[in-house]
């Protein structure tokens, strides 16, 4: 998929302590414009987005990411502010997220909520943000999204997202809801590595080279000029 699939969210979570939403503490943020993938088909995220997208997020859950079938990278903010500044105090207001839980839900139905541990990640204190990659999607819910697409091309669902963790005095918190459309389907995305024709249509540059986040959802595809012949 390329840029027409792309979307953002304009609904922006408040951030939550415990269960209660508090835009002083940690806060889901936006869904970020994912960047060119390199030469070499990495893609590097910086601390804060760019730009946010825009519509509905696509993925095939036929896809065998190891993450799941979508991903995507989600700024969190850290709006609680530094205690560093006190006399002989030490700074314990940076947050570590370490892990997300997501409910998806379509029409008529709700899974379970999936509770999907990360590896820690420090958020800068006092203000301070990272970009995170959330497993929108997690590869455990594949297969049960799959069996209900049966007998139709395409499934909406709504993803709702909270992160959890803990700040550097040991106090816990979680997040509130941040809401994630998406459109879904099985197979209907072939693998551009394998079929690089669907992914790159120039013939002045033919070689499929990545996506960003990842290849069989929405993402931004690079292409470069065909190898140099021997």
């Not at 006190?86 to 997501?102: D, L, Y």
């Amino acid at each position: 998929m390329n840029l027409r699939a792309l979307a953002l969210l304009a609904a922006l979570a408040a951030a939550g302590s415990g269960c209660v939403a508090n835009d002083a503490s940690v806060r889901l943020y936006g869904l970020c414009f994912p960047p060119t993938p390199t030469a070499g088909g990495l893609c590097a995220y910086p601390a804060a987005c760019a730009s946010l997208v825009l519509g509905r997020l696509e993925a095939d859950v036929a896809s065998e990411a190891v993450d799941g079938p979508l991903i995507w990278p989600l700024q969190v903010n850290n709006a609680r502010p530094s205690n560093a500044d006190r006399s002989g105090g030490t700074e314990t207001a940076w947050a570590v997220v370490k892990g997300f839980k997501i409910t998806i839900s379509t029409a008529t139905a709700s899974l379970p909520v999936l509770d999907v541990p990360i590896s820690s990640h420090p958020i800068n204190p006092g203000g301070g943000t990272a970009v995170l990659l959330v497993p929108l999607i997690p590869r455990a819910a594949a297969t049960t999204l799959s069996g209900a697409i049966a007998g139709a091309d395409i499934l909406d669902v709504t993803i709702e997202i909270k992160a959890y963790g803990s700040y550097g005095d040991g106090q816990d918190f979680e997040t509130g809801d941040f809401k994630v459309e998406a459109s879904l389907n099985d197979g209907l995305f072939p693998d551009p590595a394998l079929l690089p024709g669907i992914a790159c249509g120039d013939p002045a540059n033919p070689t499929y080279l990545g996506s960003c986040p990842q290849a069989r959802q929405s993402s931004v595809v690079a292409c470069g000029p065909a190898p140099a012949a021997p």
